[in-house]
C-alpha cells in the first residue's frame, strides 16, 4: 500500500543518529500553514540537486562537494496554440531553427490521442506550436549566467514575452501566410528556473582518476539515496 501526502514541501531529511548505523530517517514537510514528522526506513531525494543539497541536513561534505559543481540553467517553452499551420505546410516544415531574433528552434506537436479519439494531423485544423528560449551571457562565468537567466526568466512581464513570439513568427512566416492576430488562439509560458544541468569541463571526468560529481552523487548516503 502507498499513501501520497499530496501539496507537502519537505523542509528538513536527516538520519536519527549516525548516518552508517542509523534505522530510521527523520522527515520534516509543511503544509496547510502546519510542520509535521515522520520517521521512515528509506529515503529517496527525487527534486533537483539545488533543492536537495539544502533540504538534507546531515548531507555529507563529499555529496555537498560535488553538488556544488552541478550549474543549472533556465528555459522558457512557451506552447503556442493555433487556429490552423497552413503557412507551415505550405514550407513543408514541421520543425525549424534559426539563428537570430527570439528563442532557436520550435516544432510542431502532434494532436494527443487519447482511446479512440484520434485527431489527424490536418493543415487546416488547430495545432500547438512549441518554442525553446534560452538564456545565455557569453564571457561571464556560469554560475552567473544561470543566475542572470533565472532573474531575467521570471521577471520578465509575459506581455514581452508574448511580443517577441509574435514578431518571430511573424519575421519566419510571415511570406508563408502567417497572421498572429488569425492564426494564434493562445500562448501558455513554461518558466523553468532550473530546466537543464549545464555540464563544465571535468563534469563528466575527473583528473587522476577521481569520482565525478554524478558518479558520487549515485552512491547512497546511509539510508538516503538521490534521484
Aim: one cysteine or more; hydrophobic letters at 40%.
Amino acid at each position: 500500500d502507498v499513501r501520497l501526502r499530496l501539496g507537502a514541501t519537505v523542509v528538513r531529511v536527516e538520519h536519527v543518529g549516525p548516518a552508517q548505523s542509523a534505522k530510521m530517517v527523520k522527515v520534516t514537510w509543511a503544509k496547510d500553514g502546519q510542520v509535521r514528522r515522520l520517521q521512515a526506513k528509506a529515503v529517496v531525494m527525487a527534486g533537483g540537486g539545488w533543492i536537495t543539497r539544502r533540504v538534507v541536513r546531515d548531507l555529507p561534505e563529499s555529496h555537498r562537494n560535488a553538488y556544488a559543481q552541478f550549474f543549472h540553467s533556465p528555459m522558457l517553452v512557451a506552447n503556442v496554440a493555433l487556429t490552423q499551420w497552413q503557412f507551415l505546410y505550405k514550407l513543408g516544415l514541421t520543425a525549424f531553427r534559426w539563428f537570430e531574433g527570439f528563442g532557436f528552434c520550435c516544432n510542431l506537436r502532434h494532436p494527443m490521442w487519447l482511446g479512440n479519439h484520434r485527431p489527424p494531423l490536418d493543415p487546416k485544423q488547430p495545432a500547438v506550436l512549441t518554442f525553446y528560449i534560452p538564456f545565455y551571457y557569453p564571457g561571464l562565468p556560469i554560475q552567473k549566467q544561470g543566475s542572470m537567466g533565472r532573474a531575467e526568466l521570471l521577471s520578465t512581464p509575459f506581455s514581452s514575452y508574448e511580443r517577441q513570439i509574435r514578431q518571430q513568427l511573424l519575421t519566419l512566416l510571415g511570406e508563408a501566410g502567417f497572421d498572429p492576430k488569425l492564426d494564434i488562439a493562445g500562448i501558455i509560458l513554461n518558466r523553468w528556473g532550473h530546466a537543464y544541468v549545464n555540464p563544465q569541463p571535468g563534469f563528466y571526468f575527473q583528473p587522476n582518476g577521481a569520482p565525478a560529481a554524478r558518479d558520487v552523487i549515485r552512491k547512497p548516503f546511509g539510508r538516503i539515496a538521490f534521484g
